[in-house]
């Protein structure tokens, strides 16, 4: 019997620890169970692999619903019991510079953008 834990909302996506930390698999284990493919970003959905969420391009992260990762633990590899939790990260100080350095970046872009419509007109 499969017992799962969501949070409030379940439509949160897992990365690769969580994953990791769920199954009790080590990073490189999870990376071969993974629905990957060099050709195309998203290939078919492949009922004897993990199956990550559809992306735009290769280099946005590997992110799974906790459904999927349940289906796969259950039906792949043999898990009866199985508890989901996802828990959220505390705010990390670079990756808030991060974004705010590309939130600037982008408004340079715009006004550089206007300058060469104005420019060019």
Same mark, same amino acid.
């Given at each position: 019997?499969?017992? !799962? /834990?969501?949070?409030?909302?379940?439509?949160? $996506?897992?990365?690769?620890?969580? &994953? =990791? =930390?769920? $199954? %009790?698999? /080590?990073?490189?284990?999870?990376?071969?169970?993974?629905?990957?493919?060099? #050709? +195309?970003?998203?290939?078919?959905?492949?009922?004897?692999?993990?199956?990550? #969420?559809?992306?735009? /391009?290769?280099?946005?992260?590997?992110?799974?619903?906790?459904?999927?990762?349940?289906?796969?633990?259950?039906?792949?590899?043999?898990? @009866?019991? $199985? =508890?989901? #939790? $996802? *828990? @959220?990260?505390?705010?990390?100080? +670079?990756?808030?510079?991060?974004?705010?350095?590309?939130? #600037?970046?982008?408004?340079? %872009?715009? &006004?550089?953008?206007?300058?060469? *419509?104005?420019?060019? !007109?």
């Amino acid at each position: 019997m499969q017992r !799962s /834990s969501y949070p409030a909302g379940g439509d949160e $996506l897992m990365t690769i620890d969580q &994953v =990791q =930390q769920t $199954l %009790r698999r /080590s990073r490189a284990s999870i990376y071969r169970y993974v629905n990957t493919n060099h #050709e +195309t970003i998203n290939p078919p959905f492949d009922p004897q692999r993990l199956n990550p #969420e559809h992306r735009k /391009s290769r280099r946005e992260p590997l992110l799974f619903h906790p459904n999927e990762v349940a289906r796969f633990a259950r039906d792949v590899m043999g898990i @009866t019991t $199985l =508890q989901v #939790e $996802l *828990k @959220t990260t505390p705010p990390n100080p +670079t990756e808030d510079l991060l974004r705010q350095v590309l939130e #600037e970046l982008k408004q340079i %872009r715009e &006004v550089l953008e206007r300058v060469e *419509k104005r420019l060019g !007109s």
